[in-house]
């Protein structure tokens, strides 16, 4: 699978996230505040961001989901743990927008503290999920993954800089016909660099 197709699939996970959150905002029973939508807001504009193939929407998207778990602290008035594990997650998928070199670490290490964030909820804290919760989680957890391999460009360099190498031998290569033609070369110099030259 082609970066493109990958940016494609981890965009349209996170705008299914976002949609699935926004249809139960909706068609909840109970109080919403404005905070409740940051998170869907969050997830479609990093949706738009994968498709546009503009990271710095991801890095964006990234810092509103932070206001959750942070304004959680400054309410609660303490530093808590596992609110903690929610934010580094929300950083590191911020940082996968900033840079196309290690944008794969950061969606993988995105994904590792989201897991340990849910783990500790579920068996630590004891907190009873909502059974569509399960299914943000593995979203999220996917479609950060997908991101940061999407957004990443180290594949691109390899093959740029093996396709220069490519072009640089055909020169040299010519260059030593020419001087084998000219006579300043004899034929077994010749032999000699062209062997050199392909590594043989």
Do not use: C, H
Not at 21 to 40: E, N, V
Not at 160 to 172: L, M, P, T, V, Y
């Amino acid at each position: 699978m082609n970066k493109k197709t990958l940016r494609i699939v981890a965009g349209a996970v996170f705008a299914l996230n976002g949609v699935l959150r926004l249809i139960t905002l909706l068609s909840s029973q109970g109080s919403t505040t404005a905070w409740s939508y940051i998170w869907p807001i969050a997830y479609l504009l990093i949706a738009v961001s994968l498709f546009a193939d503009i990271p710095l929407l991801t890095t964006v998207g990234g810092l509103i989901m932070l206001i959750s778990p942070m304004r959680s602290m400054i309410q609660m008035g303490r530093f808590i743990p596992y609110l903690f594990l929610n934010a580094m997650s929300v950083v590191l998928l911020a940082a996968a927008g900033l840079s196309r070199r290690t944008s794969n670490v950061f969606g993988i290490l995105s994904a590792i503290f989201f897991a340990f964030y849910e783990i500790v909820l579920v068996f630590v804290l004891n907190a009873k999920l909502a059974p569509m919760s399960y299914l943000y989680i593995a979203l999220y957890l996917v479609g950060v993954i997908l991101l940061g391999i999407g957004f990443s460009e180290k594949g691109k360099k390899v093959v740029a800089s093996s396709k220069d190498d490519g072009n640089d031998r055909i020169e040299r290569l010519t260059k030593l016909k020419e001087l084998l033609d000219k006579g300043v070369l004899t034929p077994e110099e010749f032999e000699e660099k062209k062997r050199q030259l392909l590594g043989q």
